[in-house]
């Protein structure tokens, strides 16, 4: 079972910055952090839990969700098993929870969140 732990999160200002963290571990026999391709999600309250960002296992293609382009950036780094999500210029709307998410041929594994809050 794939173990994912996120951290970074906190209270910032409008405008400020964040960089997340999703240290994975205990991965499938055989297999490395490469062979995953990983996320970032989001939920608010009261929303559905929607797709921020994803980087593939080969080639680190990104895909974003629009409200978030041109403003954070995924990245890993399969050395230290670590996928990254650099925040800049936050808004108030991006105030929610946020989960790292690990994908291995179809099976999903999941962070517990860290909360991110973007007010002045």
């Known amino acids: 079972q794939v173990q994912l732990v996120e951290s970074g999160g906190g209270l910032v200002q409008p405008g400020g910055s964040l960089r997340l963290s999703c240290a994975a571990s205990?991965?499938?026999?055989?297999?490395?952090?490469?062979?995953?391709?990983m996320s970032w999600y989001r939920q608010a309250p009261g929303k559905e839990r929607e797709l921020v960002a994803e980087i593939t296992r080969v080639g680190g293609n990104t895909n974003y969700a629009d409200s978030v382009k041109g403003r954070f950036t995924i990245s890993r780094d399969d050395a230290k098993n670590t996928v990254f999500l650099q925040m800049n210029g936050l808004k108030p709307e991006d105030t929610a929870v946020y989960y790292c998410k690990a994908l291995w041929y179809g099976v999903q594994y999941w962070g517990q969140g860290t909360q991110v809050t973007v007010s002045s």
């Open positions: 205990r991965f499938t026999s055989g297999f490395t952090f490469s062979s995953y391709a």
